[in-house]
T-cell receptor, first 111, second 116 residues
């Protein structure tokens, strides 16, 4: 089955700086890679996703890059703000399939 | 549109007791997933339904967990008997299917289970 590794487990950045979270996956059949944000006690919310036929996708301050050959993808958040503080999960799957998630990254934005 | 609904939000039981969780997906979403999220970890898929049929239950501990989606709409996940290690948040997610659909899975608020 699929295995997803996510790093780092905790990331602390100064407000206004950029944050990068990286994930690797094992199953070359995976073709869908979402990123979810989960605030304490709340449901995971999709923030951006990418399919394997695209190398990069951007939505305002958030971007995701995918390297299919190396089987890794990354989340980039620029100009971080206090409301970006949360746990971020990367996922991998076959589109309609259930997702395999990483263990999460606790992002801390320091004022 | 209304989101995925789950109940109860919290449940505390003794080990060896039984418990059931309910999920109502977003209207029109044919695919429904149950995930288990242990504290400090990412969600882990337990079972996936397509309408009222099971697509994937390979990670469901079938000796104690069961799930059904009899009419292809809402779903129930049951644990009998519960063990201490079942303490987790149980998340339900749904996905639309068909023309114009995406791969996006929408999550419910979850049920936090504590087994004592």
């Amino acid at each position: 089955g699929e295995n997803v590794e996510q790093h780092p487990s905790t990331l602390s950045v100064q407000e206004g700086d950029s944050a990068v979270i990286k994930c690797t996956y094992s199953d070359s059949a995976s073709n869908y890679f979402p990123w979810y944000k989960q605030e304490l006690g709340k449901r995971p919310q999709l923030i951006i996703d990418i399919r394997s036929n695209v190398g990069e996708k951007k939505d305002q301050r958030i971007a995701v890059t995918l390297n299919k050959t190396a089987k890794h993808f990354s989340l980039h958040i620029t100009e971080t703000q206090p409301e970006d503080s949360a746990v971020y999960f990367c996922g991998a799957g076959g589109g309609a399939d259930g997702l395999t998630f990483g263990k999460g990254t606790h992002l801390i934005i320091q004022p | 549109e209304a989101g995925v609904a789950q109940s109860p939000r919290y449940k505390i039981i003794e080990k060896r007791q039984s418990v059931a969780f309910w999920c109502n997906p977003i209207s029109g979403h044919a695919t429904l997933y149950w995930y288990q999220q242990i504290l400090g970890q990412g969600p882990k898929l337990l079972i996936q339904f397509q309408n009222n049929g099971v697509v994937d239950d390979s990670q469901l501990p079938k000796d104690r967990f069961s799930a059904e989606r009899l009419k292809g709409v809402d779903s129930t996940l049951k644990i009998q008997p519960a063990k201490l290690e079942d303490s987790a948040v149980y998340l339900c997610a749904s996905r639309r299917q068909g023309a114009g659909s995406t791969d996006t899975q929408y999550f419910g608020p979850g049920t936090r289970l504590t087994v004592l």
